[in-house]
């Protein structure tokens, strides 16, 4: 008898055939017979809709825990919590298509020609080439890790350079003027009836327009983050890579932080040194009591575009298009292009990040010249 199989009584309650999911042929003892999932369990079903016993298929179960142990060990490889959890959504994406289209889910049996799949149905999204090739650079570099841990023989799914979307002219982001800019924080203070959600929109906003910070930036802010140095109150900032940056606030986005702290702790809900800057103010699960989490990033995209259309502003703006509202406005009021590089987190005025290294810099920071 398989050692995996498991006989039950004549007596013992078995579900029908018919009211079970999709069945698949299995060999027990040298008989094809079939067998289906059903609260876990792999139920097993000889003629006349009879149930043979349960097969517990133990080598399976084995084979996804160590899956999950191994996937767990790659996101934990990065130092960054940003990166951590751009890997992990991109790679839960990838695997959702897989599922969507029955492809196989095991790392073992991924060829390259499912990355071209995946690939193309990206591209049928209309996703930005440049963000096509970060989602596929993400599964690359999870089967790299794959074959270094010897887990793969060899990854089979990499792509040249030539099969990867070539540059196209990209939809330029679109940037707020500072009349707009002036505008939604001018509603996001005022126009809210709930005294919880208007001073938790309006900090938001504040922030972004303030500092220049991504979306990811935000969201990983804690409460131990806003603090004062040397005199000056900033923000302290988890940028890509792990580096941090400490941000003055401007007297605007400091008061509204103010409030919205002061209005938590009202509401017996005081964000502690670790907790979540921005937390939930409800949710639509009545029984969802504990809102002491990360906000959603829909629901970040959902606040910038309520107070865009209460502005009667027509043009796509997302998070981004605030960072670039900020870079443009700090530009336009003079700031020193490397200064605005620091603030923003840039390598370089060209591409990624630097950030303030000394407590002494912070009284020359871009962000003083503000008006938002």
């Not at 029908?16 to 067998?35: C, Q």
């Not at 900020?326 to 590089?341: K, N």
Request: with cysteine; net charge positive; hydrophobic share 35%.
């Amino acid at each position: 008898m398989d050692k995996n199989f498991r006989p039950i009584s004549q007596n013992h309650p078995s579900p029908k055939i018919s009211s079970l999911p999709a069945m698949e042929s299995v060999f027990i003892d040298g008989i094809e017979l079939l067998r289906s999932t059903l609260d876990g369990q792999l139920w097993v079903f000889g003629e006349k809709e009879l149930a043979l016993g349960i097969s517990d298929d133990r080598e399976k179960q084995q084979e996804q825990r160590e899956r999950a142990s191994t996937l767990l060990e790659f996101l934990l490889s990065s130092n960054c919590e940003v990166t951590r959890k751009n890997y992990q959504v991109e790679l839960k994406n990838f695997l959702d298509f897989l599922s969507e289209f029955n492809l196989p889910l095991e790392e073992k049996k991924w060829e390259k020609l499912h990355l071209i799949a995946y690939r193309d149905h990206l591209k049928n999204l209309n996703y930005a080439f440049k963000s096509i090739r970060k989602k596929i650079s993400v599964v690359n570099s999870y089967l790299n890790y794959l074959e270094d841990r010897g887990i793969i023989f060899k990854n089979r799914c990499t792509l040249k350079k030539r099969e990867l979307p070539r540059d196209q002219l990209v939809r330029p982001t679109n940037a707020l003027t500072d009349e707009e800019a002036f505008a939604i924080l001018d509603l996001a203070a005022t126009h809210h009836p709930n005294e919880q959600l208007r001073a938790f929109h309006y900090a938001i906003l504040s922030l972004f327009l303030s500092t220049g910070m991504r979306k990811s930036e935000l969201l990983s802010l804690r409460g131990g983050d806003y603090g004062e140095v040397d005199g000056i109150f900033c923000i302290k900032i988890l940028g890509k890579g792990g580096k941090i940056r400490e941000v003055p606030l401007t007297e605007r986005s400091k008061q509204a932080l103010d409030d919205y702290l002061e209005m938590m702790k009202k509401y017996e809900r005081k964000v502690e040194c670790g907790d979540p800057l921005f937390q939930p103010q409800m949710s639509d699960d009545k029984n969802d009591s504990d809102l002491k989490r990360e906000c959603s990033r829909v629901l970040i995209d959902r606040i910038i575009q309520r107070y865009c259309t209460l502005a009667g502003i027509k043009k796509r703006i997302s998070p981004h298009s605030l960072r670039a509202t900020t870079i443009t406005h700090l530009r336009e009021q003079g700031a020193d292009i490397y200064a605005i590089a620091e603030m923003a987190g840039h390598a370089s005025p060209e591409t990624t990040k630097r950030y303030i290294k000394r407590a002494d810099l912070l009284s020359k920071s871009a962000a003083f010249k503000s008006r938002f």
